[in-house]
């Protein structure tokens, strides 16, 4: 099966308080376009199960402590051994242009991004790029945008608010017109232009660091065994990283990975937690587990400076999957800077068998800069409070189960996604598109008989759900919250998966009559 990966939703330039319409109907149709891409642009993979262990198979009876963690190894991976998976695919360039009136003459503005506010602004774009670009009308008249040398259009948009979008691969390098069609707007003012660069784009910010914790990076299933002391390594890290292409953070980190590592232990068993600040750091740092029961989850003894370091046990008493996150003030700030991950809490003999587990969280950060803007982002403290984001992500960064990490999967096979909500402030209505959850573990509770046949599943800030489903036909499944204009702004994974595409499932055109009848 030939597979896409690494499409970028998200268009270079919302803006908060601006219309929403054109954009979100960008990031939708993005979505399907990306659904429907021809198999040239992508590249085919092959990927043997790798099933999760049973609730009968034993683990150590011993853990020992790893760099990343705890204790026990994750599931051999089939993926690429260097650089994660293969991609032929280049993530799209994306801009917002709206319609408007300046020094009396009718104009394109930019929305959002390095373009934001300029009229008519010059588009620079890479050869051999996807180029998108979305159509705001601004003030009511009709429009349309014309790229003759590529033969691209928009459709015309009549009334305020109206929009468009198309799409087109900048093949040709040099400048180029983009314009009004309609009689007369040209010669009015309505003209700009496409600059298509020689080579690909250089990467920017190469000294940002990778932060986004690989979903399939979990340990394997406990199963049947007796509890014991299970240690876990937490070192609090701050560094500079990758936020989306050319684009980074002053990200807050468990383990330098967000969201921090997956810690696994079963009920009964006594959670010893290793927390060090790390010696480079500038702020305190701690940690507070939903799933322990005392004083601040952990937190009122575990508040740590640079370069000192605690220690917190607790029992694991109540099976379920659970969040832990910093707590120390402002906790809001140190949870949207990537200080957030998920402990699983196994009844006795474990959960049912699957053949394959993720690790997904969502997250929010708020930056001074658009999203979309280039170079290093500034955290925005009013933003915070106001709960006014600028990017939506999974595990930490845009891009992270699109362009770096998708989740991959054969046919037939059965999936169990452990699902979390660090925030700091919005609830997720997590969805796969194209799936139906066969099982839901509400709210987390792993004692409660699961909700079956689920579509979308509502999760709260600082908490977590585990959903179940058996993958019937292979094909390209998209992770989203469906929140969707949240898309836009870099909320989107990639399931992807090999096998058949199985037509009695689904298939383009009417139903095929059974010739018996």
Not at 43 to 54: G, K, L, R, Y
Not at 64 to 88: K, L, Y
Not at 96 to 107: E, F
Not at 474 to 501: F, T
Request: with cysteine; glycine share 12%; hydrophobic share 40%.
């Amino acid at each position: 099966m030939n597979v896409t990966a690494g499409m970028n939703l998200a268009p270079h330039g919302s803006e908060p308080g601006r219309p929403v319409s054109g954009r979100l109907l960008a990031a939708l149709v993005a979505i399907l376009w990306l659904m429907l891409l021809p198999p040239a642009f992508g590249q085919t993979h092959n990927h043997e199960a790798v099933p999760a262990a049973s609730s009968s198979e034993t683990a150590p009876a011993v853990q020992t402590p790893t760099a990343d963690a705890q204790t026990t190894a994750a599931p051999s991976s089939d993926q690429p051994a260097q650089g994660g998976p293969i991609v032929s695919y280049h993530a799209p360039t994306v801009f917002t242009l709206r319609t408007g009136i300046a020094n009396g003459r009718m104009v394109y503005i930019g929305v959002g991004g390095d373009i934001d506010g300029q009229v008519n602004p010059t588009l620079m774009v890479h050869e051999g790029e996807l180029v998108q670009i979305n159509l705001i009308n601004g003030e009511g008249a009709e429009h349309d945008i014309v790229l003759d040398q590529y033969a691209a259009r928009s459709a015309i948009v009549v009334g305020k608010n109206a929009s468009s979008t198309f799409s087109f691969t900048a093949t040709k390098v040099g400048e180029f017109a983009y314009f009004c069609s309609i009689a007369g707007h040209r010669a009015a003012g309505m003209e700009g232009l496409i600059h298509v660069m020689a080579g690909p784009r250089s990467a920017m910010d190469t000294d940002a660091a990778d932060i986004v914790r690989d979903p399939a990076d979990l340990p394997a299933p406990i199963g049947q065994r007796a509890s014991q002391v299970v240690r876990v390594d937490l070192e609090t890290v701050e560094l500079k990283g990758r936020l989306d292409d050319g684009t980074s953070y002053a990200y807050w980190t468990f383990n330098g990975k967000v969201p921090g590592p997956f810690v696994r232990v079963r009920v009964g068993d006594a959670v010893e937690v290793h927390i060090k600040n790390a010696a480079d750091s500038v702020m305190m740092h701690s940690v507070d587990f939903h799933a322990a029961t005392g004083p601040g989850g952990g937190a009122d003894f575990t508040q740590v400076a640079p370069g000192e370091d605690a220690v917190v046990t607790f029992q694991a008493l109540k099976p379920g999957i659970y969040v832990y996150h910093c707590a120390t003030p402002s906790v809001a700030h140190h949870i949207t800077s990537g200080m957030y991950g998920l402990i699983l809490v196994e009844p006795e003999g474990g959960l049912p068998q699957v053949d394959r587990e993720f690790y997904v969280m969502q997250g929010e950060i708020y930056t001074v800069e658009p999203f979309g803007t280039k170079g290093e982002m500034e955290m925005d403290y009013d933003k915070l409070i106001s709960e006014r984001p600028e990017y939506f992500l999974f595990n930490g960064s845009v891009g992270a189960l699109t362009n770096s990490h998708p989740l991959y999967a054969n046919a037939g096979e059965t999936v169990r996604i452990f699902f979390g909500v660090g925030g700091p402030n919005f609830t997720s209505s997590f969805h796969v598109i194209g799936e139906i959850f066969d099982h839901v573990y509400t709210f987390g509770s792993i004692t409660s008989p699961p909700l079956m046949n689920v579509q979308t599943v509502t999760v709260p800030p600082g908490g977590a759900t585990i959903v179940d489903f058996k993958i019937d036909r292979g094909g390209h499944y998209v992770l989203v919250d469906h929140a969707l204009s949240r898309a836009e702004r870099g909320l989107a994974g990639y399931l992807i998966v090999d096998g058949p595409e199985n037509d009695d499932i689904m298939h383009s055109g009417p139903a095929k009559q059974d010739p018996a009848q």
